[in-house]
């Protein structure tokens, strides 16, 4: 239920943003989250800062032509939603992914504002991205296609201004392409400008595995301050890509048994545990389907296509595909099945009726804006690095994203208590992060 002057807000949110569903539901969870602070700060209703935050500073649409393999133009469209910059520059991924337009573009940058603020670092929010589907699609349209969307991207970021990195259909290979194109284009070696970089030229160490280990340490803290662990719990995580594959090694390294993952063709169920060698190899070298996994690994390993995942009961379930794949009814399930916690990898994954089933049956629930927070905390860190020109290792960087993770986690659970919900993780995340946002935003003035 919202607090009457929130309502009014919510409404001219909806009005104003006519069809952007998931933006509308991003918005509508944080400011389920915040009536109870704006009880004791009257200032942040004064000065409006609520109906700031939703308004994204600047909203950028462009085209990107390119040409495919057959010498066919393509069209695509291409977003950045520079949404807040109130403690540092707009800081957040870029999506490729067939399903993208503006209003998953806004969600993803307003969740990320609080992420952000939540990490405690010096980086704003904002998302970009294109409806351009990279799969069956060659390396060089891929970089075709990257190269003409920095083209025009190019203009609007810089180190001080706005940096992305990756996201869904964005990883290595293409965060490569886009600096390429921006560092020919300015004639800089402008490192800042983008994360996620391979480690040959201004990348970190960790950047890669950060969301996928981030998540994982969030739920062992989440599990510790409930008196238990991973080890030997059954697990289940969702997708296959840069967060799947990082949390399940993280998972397994910290005693946890990762039986079954999917992708959008189906899941695979193996009882021994995911082999992540094999995985790696399918997914990351060769960008094959799942099927092939249990082909290869044989005995014991099963693919299921066209099923969902979340039939398969476990006790910590780790989303880390898209928004809404948990509804109200997988999540009914998975607390039937006898789970214990979840860790959002993902953006928004758990729909609002699947966060209140988790919440009521009391499962420790880990919001994305905190599980998977890690990704750009250590993205945070790759701007410090490029900054100072320094590499740090990878031992110091797993460490720092360690303490990271512990006080996000700590400070989501201190926040929740101060405002009478303890071990609402939803709660502490979102006040905490708007607290931060909304501080900043008032000592600036009305900009
Ligand atoms: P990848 O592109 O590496 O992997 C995405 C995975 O999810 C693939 O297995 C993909 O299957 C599956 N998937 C994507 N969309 C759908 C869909 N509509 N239906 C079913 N399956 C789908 O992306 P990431 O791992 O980087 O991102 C996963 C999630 O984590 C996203 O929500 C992203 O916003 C979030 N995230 C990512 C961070 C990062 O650092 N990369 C940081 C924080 C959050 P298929 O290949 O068949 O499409
Ligand atoms: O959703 C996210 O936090 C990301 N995709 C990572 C953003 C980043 O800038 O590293």
Not at 177 to 195: A, D, P
Not at 244 to 271: M, W
Not at 379 to 399: C, G, P
Not at 416 to 423: K, L, Q, T, V
């Amino acid at each position: 239920m919202l607090h009457e002057k929130l309502s009014s807000i919510y409404d001219n949110v909806l009005r104003r943003n006519p069809g952007e569903i998931e933006f509308h539901q991003a918005v509508r969870e944080v400011l389920e989250s915040i009536g109870p602070v704006l009880g004791k700060h009257p200032e942040y209703a004064e000065s409006k800062i609520i109906e700031r935050i939703c308004e994204p500073e600047r909203q950028i649409i462009f085209r990107v032509p390119w040409l495919d393999d057959r010498g066919e133009v393509q069209i695509n469209r291409g977003f950045r939603v520079e949404f807040n910059s109130a403690l540092g520059p707009y800081k957040g991924g870029l999506r490729f992914h067939p399903s993208v337009y503006l209003g998953i573009v806004k969600f993803l940058g307003f969740e990320q504002i609080f992420k952000n603020g939540l990490t405690g670092l010096p980086i704003g929010g904002g998302k970009g991205g294109s409806d351009f589907d990279p799969k069956g699609r060659s390396d060089r349209e891929v970089m075709r296609f990257c190269q003409s969307f920095m083209t025009e991207l190019y203009r609007h970021i810089g180190e001080y201004t706005d940096v992305p990195a990756g996201d869904i259909g964005v990883g290595g290979r293409e965060v490569g392409y886009l600096f390429g194109q921006y560092k020919r284009i300015t004639n800089r070696y402008e490192s800042g400008v983008i994360t996620g970089k391979g480690l040959a030229y201004g990348g970190a160490q960790v950047r890669k595995e950060a969301t996928g280990y981030g998540c994982a340490f969030f739920v062992e803290e989440m599990l510790k301050a409930r008196g238990t662990s991973f080890d030997g719990r059954r697990v289940v995580v969702s997708g296959s890509g840069n967060v799947a594959v990082y949390s399940i090694e993280k998972v397994t390294q910290l005693g946890g048994l990762v039986v079954a993952c999917s992708d959008s063709s189906g899941y695979i169920l193996d009882e021994k545990g995911i082999d992540l060698e094999l995985l790696k190899q399918i997914k990351e070298v060769e960008r094959a389907r799942l099927d092939v996994y249990a082909a290869r690994r044989g005995e014991g390993a099963t693919f299921v296509p066209d099923r969902n995942v979340w039939d398969v009961p476990c006790e910590v379930a780790m989303p880390s595909a898209t928004q809404n794949e948990i509804t109200g009814k997988d999540a009914a399930t998975l607390v039937a099945g006898g789970l214990v916690a979840v860790g959002e990898g993902a953006n928004m994954p758990t729909t609002p009726e699947g966060i209140k089933v988790f919440l009521d049956a009391g499962v420790a629930f880990g919001p994305g804006k905190a599980a998977n927070a890690g990704g750009v905390a250590t993205s945070a860190l790759e701007m410090q690095q490029n900054a100072s020109r320094d590499s740090w290792t990878f031992e110091f960087s797993e460490h720092r994203l360690q303490e990271i993770m512990s006080d996000i986690h700590d400070r989501c659970l201190q926040t929740a208590d101060e405002y009478g919900m303890p071990g609402n993780y939803v709660a502490g995340a979102n006040i905490d992060g708007f607290r931060r946002v909304a501080d900043a935003m008032l000592a600036l003035g009305l900009i």
